[in-house]
């Protein structure tokens, strides 16, 4: 595990970008497919502008790209939201990213993968038929979820079995409906669906390498609470990335929201 504190959102951002760009073009370069996992929020919205521009300059080959998001939102009868809802991954994902490419460099939008709400037992298959994930990008909530697997208790779920979860669609807990009220829905909770399709904790911890990005004062706490666990628990899902591999935190909390 590798933790970097750097000074603020620009320094997070910029240091992000350049730990993915570096690991993409190690196989965009040798005309090796990449497989990229994506976040989304406001944690990342530098990053993206910045991972584009980087892109763009190297004159990457994009048609080799193929992105994996954490989440979709959900309809209350599990369908995923229309593209044009206002918190829908997909739209934040072509606004905030895709649209940025060179279109020159041949990005493929059937490479953009999004967990489909109504088939969510078919991401983790397509992943590993894939070749599996290069790198996860991550961001932690407030109590400690990562994509949308909530924190559950230890008398209802083992450590083991947590950690084997799949892509599913699971309802929000009130605390992640009112963060994203907050952070994302200007403060309109009817805006905020209460369910999603979220990858499993299997194929993100499968990923060859993690890198988690925080830069709100609130996750502090999830962090060090996880430092000083020292192992995973269900409670803390972002403890599991603890024992991954190649595990990459980058930190500042110069972002306040409460």
């Not at 690991?23 to 497919?33: H, P």
């Not at 298959?125 to 400690?144: R, S, V, W």
């Not at 994302?184 to 993100?204: C, E, F, H, Q």
């Amino acid at each position: 595990m590798l933790t970097e504190v750097v000074r603020d959102y620009a320094a997070m951002s910029s240091v992000g970008a350049s730990i993915i760009f570096a690991d993409a073009m190690k196989k965009l370069s040798r005309g090796e497919r990449y497989n990229l996992g994506l976040a989304t929020g406001n944690t990342m919205i530098t990053l993206y502008t910045e991972l584009a521009a980087k892109f763009n300059t190297a004159r990457a080959d994009l048609s080799l790209l193929s992105t994996w998001n954490l989440d979709e939102y959900a309809s209350d009868d599990h369908t995923p939201v229309a593209h044009d809802h206002p918190l829908s991954y997909w739209k934040y994902m072509h606004e905030m990213l895709f649209s940025k490419f060179d279109p020159a460099l041949g990005f493929k939008e059937e490479n953009a993968h999004f967990p489909d709400p109504a088939s969510p037992d078919a991401y983790d298959p397509a992943i590993t038929a894939a070749g599996g994930l290069d790198l996860q990008l991550l961001g932690i909530g407030f109590n400690g979820h990562i994509a949308f697997n909530e924190p559950m208790r230890e008398d209802e779920i083992a450590v083991e079995d947590f950690g084997r979860l799949p892509t599913r669609v699971l309802p929000l807990s009130q605390e992640t409906i009112d963060q994203n009220t907050k952070i994302t829905a200007g403060g309109d909770s009817t805006l905020v669906p209460r369910y999603a399709a979220t990858m499993g904790m299997v194929p993100i911890l499968s990923a060859r390498k993690c890198l988690l990005l925080a830069c709100f004062a609130e996750q502090e706490k999830p962090l060090r609470d996880i430092q000083a666990k020292g192992a995973p628990t269900p409670f803390l899902p972002a403890s599991y990335l603890w024992r991954h591999p190649d595990y990459h935190l980058v930190y500042t909390a110069d972002k306040i929201t409460l």
